[in-house]
């Protein structure tokens, strides 16, 4: 039986003057799966993320979440999805708690429930005892966590992260990884972009790998994996990083200054 698609990437294409960042990628990822997308740094990953929920438009190309366009129908899709980006701007003079309350209400959720779920989210994500100090003076744990927070508030479908564990301390990593375990147990989709193979191979039942702006490899994690023993062998092998030797030019490294 074919697994209902979360979302359905065709054609995609992006290009930064000369650069091509994302060269015409297909993929469809599918629901209720915690998925990787991984590669090594200027894969193509947060150019594709961002595409995929509406953050830069494509040169050519069409991606759909739960069945709608994101050019095409942008409210529905982004009333539908949760997202996580790289480098989160957040409004730094708010507190964590007002951040909450003012992300929800934009979303148009009830006052009364958007603090009920905001304190719940609040406690889970270990930040009830900041929720009154602002955010320009979280940690960049806390800062992943409120982020988070405001991502999930409306309890979107699909959920895109990108690089959510970049920069947070193992305590609040752990954290944020029950609480994305917890969301897609409900049958919810979780999308996350990384490079550390370890991570992704401990959380994911599902993986895109991508490479120079393409899509080496996708499927569930044993098809990608294959006869390798890790993942990290695997994908060193699909993007051609199988053979190289790190050390072979740089004999005069080590030993003091000579």
Not at 5 to 28: N, P
Not at 191 to 197: K, P, Q, T
Not at 216 to 240: I, K, P, W
Request: glycine letters at 12%; hydrophobic letters at 45%.
């Amino acid at each position: 039986m074919t697994e209902a698609a979360a979302v359905r990437v065709s054609g995609l294409w992006k290009r930064f003057g000369e650069h091509v960042a994302v060269a015409g990628i297909d993929l469809v990822l599918p629901a209720g799966r915690f998925i990787g997308l991984v590669g090594p740094n200027g894969a193509g990953k947060t150019t594709t993320l961002s595409m995929a929920t509406g953050l830069l438009r494509p040169d050519q190309g069409t991606v759909e979440v739960v069945g709608h366009d994101v050019w095409r129908d942008p409210v529905r899709v982004k009333a539908r999805i949760g997202v996580l980006p790289e480098g989160l701007r957040l409004f730094e003079r708010l507190s964590g708690r007002e951040l909450l309350a003012y992300t929800g209400r934009l979303r148009g959720l009830p006052g009364a429930e958007v603090d009920k779920r905001a304190t719940q989210l609040l406690d889970v994500l270990d930040l009830a005892g900041a929720q009154h100090k602002l955010v320009v003076d979280y940690s960049t744990g806390m800062r992943k966590k409120i982020g988070l927070a405001a991502a999930l508030l409306h309890n979107p479908e699909v959920l895109f992260l990108d690089e959510p564990f970049e920069g947070v301390d193992p305590v609040s990593a752990q954290t944020i990884r029950g609480v994305l375990e917890r969301y897609t147990a409900s049958g919810a989709t979780v999308v996350f972009s990384s490079h550390v193979m370890e991570l992704v191979e401990s959380l994911c039942d599902w993986v895109a790998v991508m490479a120079a702006g393409r899509i080496r490899a996708q499927g569930t994690l044993a098809e990608v994996r294959g006869a390798e023993t890790s993942l990290q062998r695997a994908f060193l092998e699909l993007v051609g990083a199988g053979g190289r030797d790190a050390g072979s030019d740089l004999d005069w490294l080590g030993g003091g200054p000579r």
